[in-house]
């Protein structure tokens, strides 16, 4: 199965969407004593807003890898424990993965899944210098997000940019 690349910015204007998105970023003194700007955890919940705006698109999902029992974001998910590098994703999946060191694992699978028919659209942080952004995020449809996104309930900003990376779907292009 080939697929092609195609790369594109993605603006989001709704006040909705803009309530989870600043353009500007953040200063490191806003980010202390935060654990969802440091190195503390890897998790970054997806924010609501900009779910739904993705939902619209591509979904219904049918799985989410990488979940809380909290933060599912389809009905049927996999939690740390069920280790979701380990099991078999098929249908539509959402991946917003884990984004310390095993990023790299968790693109390759969304990528392999793809090819086997599934269709993984990924909320990553776009990390272009990276190993894993050129192995894989490179050989799906890339959207770079405007601005910088606001995680779970986050009253700061994400100190990276995101981009949502899209497996298993050649027509995925910027709608009209």
Known sequence: MTMNTTTETLTLESPAQ???????GV????????????SASDEWPT??????????????FDL????????????K????????????????????????RTIGAWMRKAY??????????CLVPARTDTAWWHDYAAKGTVRFLRGRLK??????SAPFPSALVVFGMPNATRKP
Do not use: I
């Open 18 to 24: 803009a309530a989870s998105v600043t353009s500007g």
């Open 27 to 38: 200063g490191s003194s806003a980010l202390l004593g935060s654990v969802h700007f440091s």
């Open 47 to 60: 924010p609501r807003a900009y779910f739904e705006t993705v939902e619209r698109e591509f979904g219904p």
């Open 64 to 75: 989410d890898p990488c979940a809380t029992p909290a933060s599912a974001k389809a009905p």
């Open 77 to 100: 998910y996999f939690t740390k424990a069920d280790d979701g590098l380990a099991q078999e994703w098929r249908g539509r999946v959402w991946m917003n993965p884990p984004y310390g």
């Open 112 to 121: 392999e899944a793809a090819q086997a028919g599934a269709v993984v659209v």
């Open 151 to 156: 995680f779970g309930d986050a009253k700061n």
